[in-house]
């Protein structure tokens, strides 16, 4: 994303999205969001979607206003686009304030996104995988795949955004499925060995660009992955602390919370283990689990949990 001029009006896209993404295709519709600083009130962001190959007509144009408050912004497009492995586009916000500010996302497909999440087996790198370096390597054939990594971080509060991301949007490549880092500890981040997998056999049988939102921590317990509301709906109280890090609702603070606003197709999840050691842990899971479940997709699915609506 590109920022305006020094003194200039800042607006930016959201931590989450980024040139080289998928975004969600039919019948589901795609949401662009992020800040605006510096800005009157009601200040009005234009969205505009163009083909690679028409730059100069935008395919759709969508007005959002900024909150005042939180100086943020939503583009939801108005009807859903097919998703294509052959058809590119990008996308511009901008303000129309003096001095003008305009960013722009490059080098977007249309198709599935899924969120990845979990513990340390979502968390296993592909290259660690049986046949691992074949795999790594295969990734190549596959630039219709592409790839996100969020952070880790535990929040003791909702983060609407994260400060910044682990891996940005990235075609599928053997680069981009690899980890950056000499340091194979939990640190594992690029690039989930279940996720990929999963990507390259649902692009295999659907032939459409596929989109992973990678997002686990090692050692987690299914209660740092639940926001206040699902742990309530459970009668039993979680453990007030499993770790200075890992607490009851800081993961779904952290990196859940962040993703909130991408339109997704559906949520991967590989957990369990870390609970299989607490008293009571299985009659314990079987009423978490499904009440993580409902609450992800009652909260994906709606921007009243940020106050929008």
Known sequence: ATHGKTGSPTIAFATSFGSHMVLQREPYVATIWGTATDMPTSTVVKVDLFTTSGRKTPVLSINATVNDTSKE?????????????????????????????????????????????????????????????????????????????????????????????????????NYSVLMHSNTEDDNWLY???????????????VGIPIGILNTNWG???????????????????????VGDSQAPTQGWNGMIVPLLRTSVRGVIWYQGENNAGQKNGAELYKCRFPAMIA????????????GFV
Not at 295 to 306: E, I, P, Q
């Open 73 to 173: 912004w939503v583009a939801t497009f108005p009807c859903p686009m097919v998703g294509s492995t052959t058809v590119t586009y990008f996308i511009t916000a901008s303000v129309r304030s003096f001095p003008a500010s305009t960013i722009q996302l490059e080098d977007v497909l249309f198709g599935d996104v899924y969120v990845a999440s979990g513990q340390s087996n979502m968390a296993f790198l592909l290259k660690n995988a049986f046949n691992g370096s074949v795999l790594v390597q295969d990734a190549n054939n596959y630039p219709n795949i592409r790839l996100f990594t969020s952070k880790k971080i535990a929040s003791t509060v909702p983060l609407s955004q994260q400060p910044e991301v682990e891996e940005k949007w990235s075609v599928g490549s």
């Open 191 to 205: 690039m989930s060995a279940v996720a990929w997998l999963f990507a390259r056999t649902v692009h295999r049988a």
């Open 219 to 241: 050692g987690t317990p299914i209660e740092f992955w639940m926001s206040a509301d699902a742990l309530n709906a459970c009668p039993h109280p979680p453990p007030s602390s």
């Open 295 to 306: 609450d992800w997709r009652l909260k994906f699915a709606s921007f009243k949990y940020f």
